[in-house]
């Protein structure tokens, strides 16, 4: 009884909560693109209903009428097979999974992360960098650089370009949509954009050792004059050049958001060059030889 | 951990530090004490066993009956031990994630960072290849020889050193809680997180050997299973007369010989970068980590496939006994399950959609995934309609099998929404993905093995187990699955990641807490599986089955006495139909005396096997701490071993005709006086495995 009681309990508590649970997330949109990728999860969810709901129709209604305890139920013990049935399971999910393959293959262009969105007003540039545990943005355009913050104006589509200096990492918005892994070496590209105003949380997904789970940054999406004083505000701050970065590729965590005033056009592409050409383990981002890894 | 090394040619990179008691006592806090606990039970538990062995005498018995035996049976029996033992370490670890999970939101949870890297690393690479590898092949090994009308595999000896392989890595895990730690990389070991820059100590290398050694183990198992199946049937068990169980038999093992080997490559390849500075998987000089990617996806996708197959065919098997029917759609069947052999190699990029390739490749094994979901989808279907105008008795394997498919039905959506590449672009890497692959691999393969333990434990021990603990436990596992893993898919949609050690956002708690007390559920299904094995040796005189055939079953592996004969058949039986069993029921042929017996030649024991296995450990061991001279000579040995055995050509001995006839009739004389049981009392005292036949 105690356990019963107990059960409903958390019940309760899950179905007052479960209020908050499409709020977060893709499914709490705040751009085209986890729009649509909502409205893919629902679609795809309700075209998959069509195979599966007649599965849970059946069921208890199979157990129900051939249990065994049943007094003069059918029972045809060598019935083994039916092509009517036969050719309902084979070709319902056959026909499903076309308009399924159809869509995805349409809607995997669409949203494509290396496509640019479609609009009048030009993709605002971001460079991005992930450390160990930290991520840098370098605006090649402004010609400023931030770390754990990212800014950009409402309804304007901000291409992404990223790399990493560590291991590889992915990098999310959740609220925006897609990911993308960033890698050592190489160059990913993603395009995002912000419709509604607000502040959003960008993290890393793929495991990357002990301050993992503090990798966040904040994604600020605010308006184009905003923007305007935000940029400026930032050049006042000391340059990135390479000594700077080097400090901040150590493994570390920061407690408060960096800025740098002035950066050169190159520092993306000698990130990812010297990523390539020198061996990670003289790079300030390596594990120190006598510590535990990870 | 890694302090001064005490002596480097003798010792290695060991040091004192390499041992978590001195750890705990240099840094007491919870999460040290936690890893010094699980050393001290691991070495309590390796002393209780010798202490054991020692009181009741039992050493020889043990080296006899059991570690140099070459009997499929017996070794089937060491894998599954080895499984559940694997499984009750592995669960106890998801259980300490799911609390820290739970108690570190906002703020520190009882366990560091390291430390919860290592236990979600431990727990996937036990789940995947120390239990689900093991149980299967261990099923197999029990199962199919009998099924197929054969006294053993066709390799008795190569099977012995896959187990020994296999148990090797095991034991590596095993020993990495007691001397230094493990990888914090995950079951998947991506570069260049694992590669030497990035993680110097010696947890990765513990995983590469781990893992290397029991995929070669499991190599050889899938050669010896293919081989066997095609070369060892019964005269009459055509293809199409096969039981379903041993077609999934085959099509695992064509799966890992195909799919281990690039495993092997990918492990052995980070190995060379770790060890002798190659440039495979680095970030620089030509390295490039998504080849790991690619090697790794190439073994990982057709896994998850080898460790779901078995349990379809025991599904099949059990929908078909006890709804007292024939198999539904058995071609239907048999085809799905080869196009889902097939179509599995074509599908491993869904694993990394978010790698930055184009949408057009993307998109095309989004398709190809989403194409395996058919004769998936067809196969749940073909059971429900087994069941059709059956008589459906709901024993436990049969309630795990109902539980199995209702709940894989809901994986099987998720899994069509991860196939999807702008959805994965969503939830890659997000707690919906862990309650996705959770949710087919519970359901499926776990519970799959489930019912096949008390489906055919009568036949491997001549007694059944509780039916009533049975139940405890199915229910248990079941809600416990559902409270643990449902909330993740919300979790997972609001964005929380997985290996993540520690929330910061409130919201999560709830659900958090949720997925704990499912946590503790499956714990007390765990437990309470514990119990139905204890009160079933204990009350085993009313649980005896010595008729063999407790389950009125359909293959040939009822037809023989439980446990059954060493050499398994007293005469190799002819199979005149699918359900080859019930069709020599129906006829009245069940349980007759040959007009002749013959000499049966069985292998004899053999040492090599436990030798290799033990060698194989230090090997894995030394080379973890690179201790070159112990490297050395293990390996010299190993390779000493197999060569000197393949001049061995005394491995046979001979069963008279005279002893297969005594005990043949002996079996036969007992079957006779028992009484057939009516289904209605299958799990009363009444069954001692004689079946009624209907008429
Ligand atoms: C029995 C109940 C189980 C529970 C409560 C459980 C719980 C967990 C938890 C908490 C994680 C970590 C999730 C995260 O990364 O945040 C995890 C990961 C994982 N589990 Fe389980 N699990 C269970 C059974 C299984 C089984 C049966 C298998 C496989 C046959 C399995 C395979 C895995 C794998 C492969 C991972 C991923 C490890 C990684 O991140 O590298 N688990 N599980
Ligand atoms: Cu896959």
Redesign the pocket.
Known sequence: MKHLLLCCLILATLLLSSCGFLDYGFLAPAGPIAEAQRDQFWLVTCWTMVVILPFFVAMPIVLWKYRRSRKNAVYRPNWTFSWLLESLIWGVPLVIVSILSWNVWKATHTLDPYRPIAGDKPALHIQVVSLDWKWLFIYPEQKIASVNVVAFPVGRPVHFELTSETVMQSFMIPRLGSQIYTMPGMVTQLHLLASKPGEYRGQNTQYNGKFYAEQKFTARAISDSEFKRWIKQKQSHPPLDMRAYSRLAQRSILSEPEFFGSVTQELFNQIVERVKTTPAADLPGAAKATGKGG | MTGEPLNYFWLGKLSLESLPFVEFIKTPNSSTAIAAFAAAAVIGGAIGIVVLLTLFGKWRVFWREWLTTLDAKKIGIMYIVLALVMLIR??IE??F??AQ?MLAVNREGPLSAEHFGEL??T??TI??FF??MPFLIGLINVVMPLQIGARDVKFPLLNAISLALTAAGAVLVMISLVIGEFSTG???GYPPFTELAFNPGAGVDYWIWAVTLSSIGNTLTGINFAVTIYKLRAPGMTWFRMPLFSWTALCTSILIIFAMMPLTVATLMLALDRYAGFHFFTNALGGNMMNYANLFWLFGHPEVYI?ILPAFGVFSEVFSTFSGKRLYGYHSLVFATIAITVLSFGVWLHHFFTMGQSANLNAAFGIATMLIGVPTGVKVYDWLLTMVRGRVRFTTPMLFSIMFAITFVIGGLSGVLLANPPIDFAVHNS?FL?AH??NM??PG??FGMFAAYNVWFPKMFGFRLSEKWGRISFWFWSFGFYL?FMPLYALGLMGAM???VQWFEPQYLPWLLVAFS??VL?SLGLISQVIQLWVSIRNRDDLRAPGGDPWDGRSLEWSVSAPPPEYNFAVIPEVHDRDAFTWMKQHGISYTAPNEYQDIPMPKNSVVAPLIGFLATMLGFALTWHIWWLTIVSFLVILGTVIARSFCRDTEKIIPASQVRQEHEQWLARVKGLIPTARADETTSENQGLAEVAS
Do not use: E, P
Request: proline content about 0%; hydrophobic content about 60%; aromatic content about 8%.
């Open positions: 592995a669960v998801a259980a994630m799911r999970q979600f690393t727990h996937g789940m995947i239990m689900a995950g079951w998947s460790v707690l862990v692959f959770h691999l519970i393969t776990l643990a997985r290996r993540t499912g946590a499956i």
